[in-house]
């Protein structure tokens, strides 16, 4: 008998609780587990990239898809971060305001992973 072992079962948990999975080469999807402000988004970016990927914390993280459905969990609303910039988004200079509605936005590493800190105040 065949048992089909469904994608979220290869899900990693971030710090904040957020599920990430991978997409397809160099694609990886964060889901939300509760609230989903752009800040539990990046967190979990930013803790998959640093934990699971080893990027060093300078290593730019960016939007590849931005808020929408999931790929990976029908029913439930995701990003997707890639380590290299969305075709066309190259030059793409993101704003100042924390958001995940814009293709190319991106955060050095480090600096997604802060926001894991906003998850568990003190």
């Keep these: 008998m ?37 800040q539990q988004f990046w967190c979990g970016a930013g803790d998959y990239a640093r934990m699971v990927l080893g990027v060093g914390a300078t290593q730019r993280i960016y939007i590849w898809r931005a808020i929408g459905p999931s790929e990976t969990r029908p029913g439930a609303k995701s990003v997707q971060f890639s380590l290299s910039p969305p075709p066309g988004k190259e030059d793409y200079q993101p704003g100042y305001s924390l958001s995940v509605k814009h293709e190319g936005d991106n955060l050095d590493a480090a600096m997604a ?9 003190f």
Excluded: D, H, M
């Design 2 to 38: 065949l048992v089909l072992v469904p994608a979220a079962a290869q899900a990693w948990r971030a710090i904040n609780g957020t599920e990430v999975n991978p997409v397809r080469k160099g694609v990886f999807e964060v889901i939300p587990s509760g609230r989903s402000g752009p």
């Design 113 to 121: 992973r802060r926001y894991c800190s906003s998850a568990f105040p």
